[in-house]
């Protein structure tokens, strides 16, 4: 019994000792904000349950929030799991946010051509920020860009110089640093855990492991569904172009009230652009202006301005989409080639409803006395003037008087209606 059981721990040994590394993969390739954090970190909880060897961020970011960056870099160092970041592919960079990813995780790789830096904290709602505010959150920032250098071992100066001074890093200048801010650099995630193997990576509490990574099974991790929904939606041209679908849908429903699709569709365009709005850079003073813009053709409707109102609403709506992104990153503007277009389709459709609208008010009445005056009769009777005859009108036999002499069968215009009595005239013929 002893024989067997020994025997059959040396060959459970054997099974664990030769089955591959598995190291869980995910790329990020967004603003830093909720919903990739959100992604980041389910990412590394389903690795520490799986026992994972490695997780590998392929990361690409202009930047995003600090809460958020916070977050995930509370659970990175908190993960059972090592965390490598990969600046990658080639032409890629992590800027603000992605850098202090970069030098929070276990490993940090950059492909060739990419960059890191440019952490200088901004506000992130499109409001002024005073100096000492400024001071105090550069101040912050920095602190925590230096302990997180610190505690990996990596280039203290440059990493608190990449936030107060705005520095960024090539590949090169990252790695040949002294201390150096990356441990490596590599063209892809394959060579990447080729490079790892064997390779002793300390913790950020100070432990050591040996990465086993050599014929590695990888797993990649995908967004779910919602994930991949919401991450779409915070991005700046999506929430410009739901902000102007909502808003029109709001309009077309207040000029034709019952119509419910337009004004359903709309708000719910305008829940998702204010969820947007929660995560980007808005300047609010950029969103009022479209707004004004938008109440300004609305009004066109019920306010003769010969079209001021709607030369007005216009040239709102095009200066608040201009500043409505508050942000230094080129992936966080809106450019004049995206806003123009749609500023001008909108400005289209609500000309086009304009016009309807005004030519419906200047229609002629179809109902009602309003719509019997100019209506044509036929005479049932002889009329003189004083004395009341009968014609014939929508259909109708109506006691009718005249101010001239009516033969039977005149073809008459209805010229006044008093209760059941019409006055007519006989219908000139040009």
Known sequence: MVVVAASGAVTAQSHVDTSPPVVYSAEVDSIIHPVSADYMIATMDRADRAGATLVVFTLRTPGGLVDSTR???TRMLASKTP?????GPSGARAASAGFLLTI?????????????????????????????????????????????????HRNVVLAEE???????????????ASPSLIDLVVPDVPELL?????????????????????????????????????????????????????????????????AVLPGVAGGLCLLLAFFAFQILPVNYAGLLLMLFGLLLLMLEVKI????????????SLLFGSMILMDSSVPELQLSLRFVLPIVFALAGIAVFLVRLAVASQRLNPVTGVAGMMGDVALALTAIEPGKAGRVATHGEIWKATA???????????????DGLTVTVRRERQE
């Open 194 to 258: 080729r490079r790892l193997d064997g390779r002793i990576v300390t913790r950020f509490d100070g432990a050591t492991i040996v990465l086993k990574t050599a014929g590695a099974q990888v797993v990649p991790i995908e967004m779910t569904l919602r994930q991949r929904v919401l991450s779409a939606i915070a991005h700046p041209e999506v929430a410009f172009i739901l902000l102007t679908l909502g808003t029109l849908g709001l309009t077309i429903e207040l000029w034709n009230p019952g």
């Open 104 to 152: 929070a995780a276990d490993v940090a790789a950059m492909a060739p051509g990419t960059n890191i830096g440019a952490a200088h904290p901004v506000a992130g709602a499109g409001q002024p920020i005073d100096e000492t505010m400024a001071k105090k959150a550069a101040a912050d920032v920095a602190a925590y860009a230096r302990t997180l250098a610190s505690k990996r």
């Open 162 to 176: 990449a936030v107060n001074n705005s520095r960024a890093f090539t590949e090169e200048e990252a790695l040949n």
């Open 403 to 417: 101010l001239e002499s009516i033969a039977e069968g005149d073809r008459l215009r209805i010229t006044a209606v």
């Open 83 to 87: 965390v490598a970041i990969f600046v």
């Open 71 to 73: 977050d995930i870099i």
């Open 304 to 315: 003769t301005s010969y079209g001021l109102l709607t030369a007005g609403g216009l040239a």
